[in-house]
């Protein structure tokens, strides 16, 4: 049986999974560059689910769930107005990258930024994100300026990346 693959909007019901999932990725992705303790700050303050909900609240933010088989495999976190169209987070699970499902994430950010009549959109990746920045730069992203990302006591410095369309 084929796979089934869909990208959906999260709603309030999914909030608890989008927790779950962001936490899980963040993790994955940062745990062995930072201290437990930051690490656990950061999760805790950052992806629990009220401050999701209140995220989710803004007119101006989506999420979306990438899903493999009715499971989340993967989420994105748009931010867009008038003038600014951000894809603040893209993460893939750690078993499931490398297999394309972060260029369907990013083909539909930029999908939704050209239907939103954005003439480029932005990111941000930290420094030391090698595989990200690899990835970003192969799909036509330049770097445009930094920005400091605090993760716990640690002030780390986020590339902000940006592509025209």
């Known amino acids: 049986m084929a796979d089934i693959i869909e990208i959906k909007h999260v709603d309030d019901l999914g909030v608890q999974t989008l927790s779950e999932i962001s936490k899980k990725t963040f993790k994955q992705t940062f745990e062995a560059d930072n201290t437990e303790k930051n690490m656990n700050e950061f999760l805790e303050n950052s992806y629990n689910v009220e401050q999701l909900k209140s995220e989710m609240k803004d007119p101006n933010s989506d999420f979306y ?43 539909h950010a930029i999908s939704l930024a050209k239907l939103n009549h954005a003439s480029s959109i932005n990111l941000g990746v930290w420094e030391h994100n090698e595989n990200a920045k690899k990835f970003y730069a192969k799909l036509g992203f330049v770097k445009t300026g930094s920005h400091v990302f605090q993760l716990g006591d640690d002030p780390q410095t986020d590339f902000i990346l940006n592509k025209k369309l």
């Open 65 to 107: 769930f990438l899903l493999l088989n009715n499971q989340p495999i993967g989420y994105s976190k748009i931010n867009s107005d008038k003038d600014n169209f951000e894809l603040e987070r893209i993460y893939i699970l750690q078993g499931n990258q490398r297999k394309g499902f972060g260029n369907l994430l990013m083909n």
